[in-house]
């Protein structure tokens, strides 16, 4: 399937440190987005990245993209205790449905 | 202003009972969504709405039925609820299509006893 894998499933850092999650799929994509979600409340964009785009900056997000690799990363730089959350991506296939498909999600604890 | 809401937020009720979830988008989106969240919180996409039509449709038992009566709504109604039917379920809504950011509500979650 095209579902997506996030690395690594559970995150813990100290405030103020910077977290840095994977996420791999397996078939060409025409965009990758990022999700996060607070515990308890639905998903949230963050930033969506284009096939022929290789890194994409949000405020204190990073994102990179490979292709050649089928892989993304998220940076979250001198995170905060608001930061605690799950990360997901999601990508949609170069010639599949208007749809998306999520990742397994990491989880992100910081510790104040 | 909450841009997609979903009622109930939660839904407790016993296997064999038919129940609803409402949703509503206020952003003037053309697209909505419904996904389920398991356990695990693996998400997937039951079906998706295109100004009214319906564009997704994955393998979901057809107790399961969406209506959409205009671009703003998406209803989703279950028939006959079995214990594995117990999982949050999201609304969301996009503008041009599936591969656009999309929006979600807070979910409903459901348990079925």
């Known amino acids: 399937s095209q579902q997506g894998e996030e690395d690594p499933q559970a995150l813990s850092i100290q405030e103020g440190e910077n977290a840095t999650m994977n996420c791999s799929y397996k078939?060409?994509?025409?965009?990758l987005q990022w999700y996060r979600q607070n515990s308890g409340r639905g998903l949230v964009h963050l930033i969506l990245?284009?096939?022929?785009?290789r890194e994409k900056h949000s405020g204190r997000l990073r994102v990179t993209l490979d292709t050649s690799k089928k892989s993304s990363s998220l940076l979250i730089t001198a995170s905060r205790a608001a930061d605690t959350a799950s990360y997901f991506c999601a990508t949609d296939w170069n010639f599949g449905n208007e749809k998306l498909t999520f990742g397994t999600g990491t989880r992100l604890t910081i510790i104040p | 202003d909450t841009a997609v809401s979903q009622t109930p937020k939660y839904l407790v009720t016993q296997m064999g009972n038919d129940k609803s979830i409402k949703c509503e988008q206020n952003l003037g989106h053309d697209t909505m969504y419904w996904y389920k969240q398991d356990s695990k919180k693996f998400l997937k996409i039951m079906f998706s709405?295109?100004?009214?039509?319906?564009?997704i449709n994955e393998t979901v038992p057809n107790r399961f039925s969406p209506k959409s009566p205009d671009k703003a709504h998406l209803n989703l109604h279950i028939n006959s609820l079995e214990l594995g039917d117990s999982a949050v379920y999201f609304c969301?809504?996009?503008?041009?299509?599936?591969?656009?950011?999309?929006?979600f509500g807070d979910g409903t979650r459901l348990s079925i006893l």
């Open positions: 078939t060409s994509i025409n965009n």
């Open positions: 969301a809504s996009s503008q041009g299509g599936g591969k656009q950011p999309q929006h």
């Open positions: 709405y295109n100004n009214k039509e319906l564009i």
């Open positions: 990245i284009r096939s022929n785009e």
